[in-house]
């Protein structure tokens, strides 16, 4: 068993459903329903590390009903310091999981950024003011950074973890794990509990270190991260009270000094304000060793001269050394270990995406180990997770790596051409994935939407209660595919829609098997109930089946249409009847799929995650059209699935 290197870890995990014994569960191990029954104290997946990747991925297992426990080296969660900021798309995964209020509620929302500039002949003096997402270029409902300590929203996520009945297991550093090369085993995994100083074993189908830029999981599975770049820069962090005249200290800001170096200036919540300042500019260097606080200090008024500071009160102050890498792989041979967060890239801190981009990891692999865990993924569903989240962190390096160099050089030019250049990827809404057996595309598309890209918003009316929604929000995430119909007018299209739900409701299709083997499995070990679920109503959505929520859209009057005129299957899905009523020019189904005409009906494959899967046309009223639309999704889903 090999053991790595007990370096600092920089983040953890941990956590176990409560009240477990040695009476025997029927599960699934490895996607094989002929597996044998294992005992319950055995995990479904264990994940190293609770910081927010750890804490997205655990949360979301646990929602779905996969076992897992959470191990984390640290006493308690962050108190202060490290990553702050929201992208919109991350805000948006929030509204979706029901955990933005309180977030909402005390973060501090920047709508635009600042640029400032010195030299030793020109004294400072701002260069530019660009809204952080304009809406030409980025469409999004939050068109904001959400600025949020990173302990509030590792204590919105052990809330609700808590409320589900699992807790994280501190004091407990990730030692070692061992598996044997057949692929079909248990992994052995081997923490030590600080508290008595022996170890804790634990067994478990699947692990996932979100365990921070040091990653022992990494290291058991790879030895050294490999790097594909890396910089020297160092910078100096503080988050506190400051007392200043600089006129946009509630603006991100890009202050560049020619002989000082550079500070980038972030409002806080609590009335405070964050300041990465450059230890190693051309003019002044210092050793990152050498800089102490009152350096630090010193070194950002005299960038930000002739305006004043000086703080109240620092909250936290570090040393960030910048360096930008990816791993070289993202899971082990078999597909049972995986890293994710920092622990699979790292880059400079100055755009507000690390933590953005690593819960994103955890998000796209958390509803593929669901499926996998209940026998329901195909060979082939695993593997897109390093497909996918691998190229986003090598899109991630190639801007971060652009920004921090302008940033570093003082180039207002350039940093603004690479914010600008990068923008929609800065957001999240610009993460898109590349072709594969998830993101099929569409021959001549119209409209929007786009295989491997994510939804864009839009807004409908909710038939049942009349509510106006948002159509890329409404549908709570609940580890289930989306599949939407849209038609002008669903009594044209009754025939098709009835031949087409009958078939994918029975089990001579992909999605009426791996519905049926869904209730079977969510019969065996299924989520939690909770208060939250009250108010949520996951039957709405799920009633119809478990792995996938049916939705139509249609541009009929109300008065129009009965829920009786639908086929069963969406009859059984009333709540996600919309009326494509509330947007005019271009309307819902214009913006996503172009003007359909009067017999269309366009169908949209929506992935757990939110991104679009595939979109399909048929003329309802062409004779074969029901059957060439089943057999359309039949192959899609039987990509990936098994039942």
């Not at 569960?25 to 002929?34: L, S």
Request: glycine residues 8%.
């Amino acid at each position: 068993m090999k053991r790595p290197r007990t370096d600092d870890l920089t983040d953890l995990s941990a956590g176990e459903r409560n009240g477990s014994d040695d009476s025997v569960d029927v599960q699934m191990v490895n996607g094989n329903h002929d597996a044998k029954p294992v005992k319950e104290s055995t995990n479904h997946v264990v994940v190293v590390g609770a910081g927010p990747g750890g804490l997205m991925l655990a949360s979301n297992l646990v929602r779905y009903g996969i076992k897992t426990t959470i191990v984390d080296d640290r006493v308690d969660k962050t108190s202060t310091g490290r990553a702050d900021g929201l992208q919109p798309k991350t805000i948006e995964t929030f509204k979706q999981l029901g955990l933005a209020g309180p977030l909402l509620l005390r973060g501090v929302r920047i709508y635009d950024i600042c640029f400032w500039n010195s030299s030793a002949d020109t004294p400072l003096r701002r260069t530019g003011r660009e809204v952080h997402y304009p809406p030409e270029v980025v469409d999004v409902e939050e068109p904001y950074i959400l600025l949020v300590h990173q302990g509030m929203i590792e204590d919105i996520f052990l809330k609700d973890l808590r409320m589900r009945g699992v807790e994280v297991i501190r004091s407990s550093p990730f030692l070692c794990y061992s598996q044997k090369k057949d692929g079909n085993s248990l992994v052995e995994v081997e923490c030590t509990d600080l508290k008595t100083g022996k170890a804790r074993p634990f067994k478990t189908q699947y692990l996932v270190g979100c365990d921070g830029a040091h990653s022992k999981v990494s290291k058991v599975m790879f030895g050294p991260v490999e790097h594909n770049e890396s910089s020297k820069s160092a910078w100096g962090v503080l988050d506190g009270v400051i007392e200043t005249d600089f006129p946009d200290r509630w603006s991100k800001a890009v202050i560049s000094s020619e002989t000082a170096g550079s500070i980038l200036c972030i409002p806080r919540e609590r009335n405070m304000t964050r300041l990465y300042i450059e230890l190693h500019p051309a003019e002044a260097p210092i050793s990152s060793d050498a800089a102490t606080k009152e350096f630090v200090m010193w070194r950002a008024k005299e960038i930000m001269k002739p305006f004043s500071l000086s703080w109240k009160t620092v909250e936290w102050f570090g040393i960030y050394k910048v360096g930008q890498r990816v791993a070289k792989r993202f899971s082990d041979d078999v597909e049972h270990v995986f890293i994710a967060g920092d622990a699979a890239h790292s880059h400079s801190p100055k755009a507000a995406q690390g933590m953005n981009v690593s819960m994103h990891d955890s998000f796209n692999l958390a509803w593929k180990l669901n499926l996998a865990v209940r026998g329901l993924a195909a060979p082939g569903l695993l593997s897109t997770y390093e497909q996918e989240r691998k190229k986003i962190a090598e899109d991630l390096i190639d801007f971060d790596f652009g920004h921090a160099n302008a940033i570093s050089a003082g180039d207002p030019v350039a940093l603004a051409e690479n914010f600008t250049k990068n923008i929609r990827f800065i957001s999240g809404v610009g993460a898109e994935y590349s072709e594969n057996i998830l993101n099929v595309l569409e021959k001549n598309s119209k409209g929007g939407l786009r295989s491997g890209s994510l939804l864009l918003p839009a807004k409908v009316t909710r038939y049942i209660d009349a509510n106006p929604v948002d159509i890329q929000l409404d549908i709570p995430m609940l580890g289930q595919f989306r599949i939407f119909f849209f038609t002008p007018d669903v009594k044209t299209a009754c025939a098709f829609l009835d031949k087409v739900c009958e078939e994918i409701a029975s089990p001579r299709t992909i999605l009426g098997r791996v519905s049926n083997a869904a209730a079977l499995s969510y019969a065996s070990f299924s989520p939690v109930h909770t208060e939250m679920d009250e108010f949520v109503q996951p039957n709405r959505y799920t009633g119809a089946s478990r792995v996938f929520t049916y939705s139509i859209v249609t541009t009929m009057n109300k008065e129009d249409v009965e829920i009786t005129d639908l086929p069963r299957l969406l009859q059984d899905s009333c709540w996600t009847f919309y009326l494509d009523s509330v947007m005019k020019k271009p309307t819902c189904t214009e913006k996503w799929l172009g003007k359909l005409s009067e017999h269309e009906v366009a169908i949209v494959n929506v992935r757990p995650d939110g991104y679009v899967g595939s979109v399909g046309r048929w003329n309802a009223i062409d004779v074969g059209a029901d059957g060439e639309a089943v057999t359309w999704l039949d192959a899609y889903y039987k990509g990936f699935l098994k039942a």
